[in-house]
């Protein structure tokens, strides 16, 4: 199993590719914009169920999670 940390960044990373292709789109912006944050929306709660299903293997791992992870992923999904 991997660790949360590493689905978090692969999650992240996919959430980046179809951001990119949306934007790249040749339809309306405001239709892009929308599309985008259904995309985002969507990637939030997979993280939320990703953190919420799995526990970290070690305090490390979560202490990692939190002050390098997070912060990486925060200004993209808003996590409070």
Known sequence: ???VADQ???????????LEHV????????QRIDTAIGHC???LFSLKN????NSFAS???????F???KPRL???FCIT
């Open 41 to 43: 929306i969507k990637a």
């Open 74 to 76: 925060q200004p993209s």
């Open 50 to 53: 990703c953190l919420g299903k």
């Open 8 to 18: 978090a960044v692969l999650l992240y990373d996919g959430l980046l590719k179809q």
């Open 67 to 69: 002050k390098v992870i």
């Open 1 to 3: 199993m991997k660790k």
């Open 23 to 30: 934007m790249d789109e040749p339809t309306p912006l405001l």
């Open 59 to 65: 305090p490390a791992e979560e202490i990692h999670f």
